[in-house]
């Protein structure tokens, strides 16, 4: 199909972008357009004016927060720059796993780390990592900056209007892992997980199995203290009930719960050897 006739603005600040959005109903922010741009032409979506960030340089990037206990991701951070991050293989593997396991090496040179995070509609790779590492997105609008949990942004739960413009994730060294099992034809996840073992126990988040990306609080509580061998972690899941997967796409609900199960186990071995 062909695109619908819509207004471009292309802003060279942050606050000219907010008073475009805000000023226009229907506006849309283009930055990596993987979803956006083909959502336009099939008619899933609809726009009246196009606000590009692309030229945003503020929102890309990352630095260590000044307490230095989280790095700040800016949102137009590409996701090949994110797979590559020294600084990200570090603190926040889990995130650098997740952004090299998107789609082909030309999805993952244009699309951002903001636009995946925001993704509606399609099970994608960041959010899951994002609220295993109990991230923290940053907000931007007229009224000003806020931050929203990871996992309450994936719930849908973000303010009309505002733009997402970073991602604030606690450093936590090499104690993280994910895994992921991909739809052949789309590569998005048929399920993926995404760990991190903190003092508290382990952090579990799984998506494409489930509605959205969830983070397992129940798993969590019957893995504290160890251990995480495949058996315990595969129990752990079978207590869970079947309704928290989601079938689909040729699959049984049974059949992904044993599969985000084998997929955790894997992601916990791999963050503890990690640790050793």
């Known amino acids: ?34 979803s956006l ?5 099939t008619g899933a979506d609809s726009a009246r004016l196009l606000v590009d960030i692309r030229r945003l340089a503020e929102l890309r990037g990352t630095t260590r927060t000044p307490d230095g206990r989280r790095l700040r991701i800016g949102a137009l951070t590409t996701l090949a720059d ?15 796993a997740a952004a090299r396991s998107n789609g082909d090496p030309q999805v993952r040179n244009l699309g951002t780390l903001g636009g995946t995070v925001a993704a509606s509609g399609r099970p994608t790779d960041l959010p899951v990592a994002a609220i295993a590492a109990d991230a923290l997105v940053e907000l931007a609008g007229t009224g000003g900056r806020s931050t929203l949990p990871a996992e309450e942004f994936a719930a849908g739960t973000a303010p009309a209007g505002e733009v997402l413009t970073a991602l604030l994730v606690p450093a936590a060294g090499a104690a993280a892992a994910f895994e992921k ?8 996840p048929l399920c993926a997980t995404a760990v991190r073992i903190t003092p508290d126990g382990p952090r ?8 959205r990306p969830l ?15 495949t058996e315990a972690v595969l129990a752990a899941f079978r207590a869970e009930p079947r309704e928290l997967f989601v079938p689909g796409r040729g699959t049984s609900a ?5 599969l985000a199960g084998v997929l955790t186990a894997r992601a916990l071995q791999r963050a503890e050897r990690a640790l050793s």
């Open 1 to 34: 199909m062909i695109l619908t006739e819509f207004d471009y603005a292309r802003p060279t600040g942050l606050d000219e972008a907010l008073a475009l959005l805000s000023g226009t109903r229907g506006a849309r922010v283009l930055a990596g357009g993987q």
């Open 37 to 41: 741009l083909p959502d336009l032409r």
């Open 82 to 96: 994110l797979a590559a991050d020294p600084l990200v293989l570090a603190e926040a593997p889990e995130l650098a």
């Open 181 to 188: 099992s991909a739809d052949r034809a789309t590569r998005y």
């Open 204 to 211: 579990i988040a799984v998506t494409g199995a489930t509605p």
């Open 215 to 229: 983070r397992l609080r129940g798993v969590e509580d019957r893995l504290r203290g160890g251990p995480y061998s």
């Open 254 to 258: 049974e059949y992904l719960g044993h």
